[in-house]
């Protein structure tokens, strides 16, 4: 009776440890505005509500600080050395306050299709998004299965709602169409698939009257479930900070 306890009691352990597991996740990144190419990296690093993303396009590097539990987004200017703070809220704010009130319309096509990427089995997801000002199409390869997959769902479904700014954003003016399409891409295929292997997008976003195409390939190169240091997710000490 004792070992049957023991053994409930440690594998209850292990089952918490496993999904208390950190995540690092590294793509590629392929994006051309209106024809002009920019290839880059992104890293993502996921430790429960908390998201660093640390982006290389066309030589400059930018990072961004999203902590669900304390309602706050951080863009890290490292030639400036400071940090510039805004509260969720305030995208969220920012989606309400268009006028007329805008919303997102999103498509989820799941196709019969399934390809081998990485040495994961990965199912295609199609998606449709559209809104006042913008509109996009993609193509998706998802798992559920991988390493890290769990944890990598379980934020996107912490952050269920809202606009989160994953791509670099002004603070004045957070939600962007730029960011509202991209975060509710990633969301719907963390919802219906779970992390992306490869993405391909298309997005067309109206703006004074023209209409500006950015095109995306993101293609995952890694993934590590090694400790993540709470450092990586703090203002450096050497900082300004603004909001």
Not at 19 to 39: C, E, F, H, M, N
Not at 139 to 156: H, K, L, N, Q, S
Not at 174 to 202: L, W
């Amino acid at each position: 009776m004792r070992r049957s306890l023991l053994a409930i009691l440690f594998a209850m352990s292990f089952s918490f440890a496993l999904l208390q597991a950190d995540v690092t996740i590294s793509y590629s990144i392929k994006r051309s505005v209106d024809g002009t190419p920019a290839d880059g990296g992104r890293v993502m690093f996921v430790k429960g509500p908390r998201l660093r993303i640390d982006d290389t396009i066309g030589g400059k590097t930018s990072t961004r600080i999203i902590d669900l539990r304390s309602g706050l987004a951080i863009e890290l200017d490292d030639e400036a050395m400071r940090a510039i703070t805004m509260r969720l809220s305030r995208c969220a704010a920012d989606v309400s306050d268009s006028v007329p009130p805008d919303r997102t319309e999103v498509e989820v096509r799941p196709s019969q299709l399934r390809r081998e990427i990485r040495g994961q089995s990965c199912g295609g997801y199609d998606l449709v998004l559209s809104r006042r000002d913008a509109k996009a199409n993609a193509r998706a390869w998802a798992t559920r299965d991988a390493p890290g997959a769990a944890e990598y769902v379980a934020f996107w479904k912490d952050a269920a709602s809202g606009c989160l700014p994953i791509e670099e954003f002004d603070p004045d003016h957070p939600a962007s169409a730029e960011n509202i399409m991209i975060t509710e891409a990633f969301r719907r295929i963390a919802e219906n698939g779970g992390m992306p292997y490869e993405c391909v997008m298309t997005l067309t976003v109206s703006t004074a009257g023209k209409d500006l195409v950015r095109e995306y390939v993101w293609r995952l190169t890694d993934v590590s479930c090694a400790p993540i240091r709470d450092d990586a997710f703090a203002v450096p000490s050497s900082y300004a900070s603004t909001r």
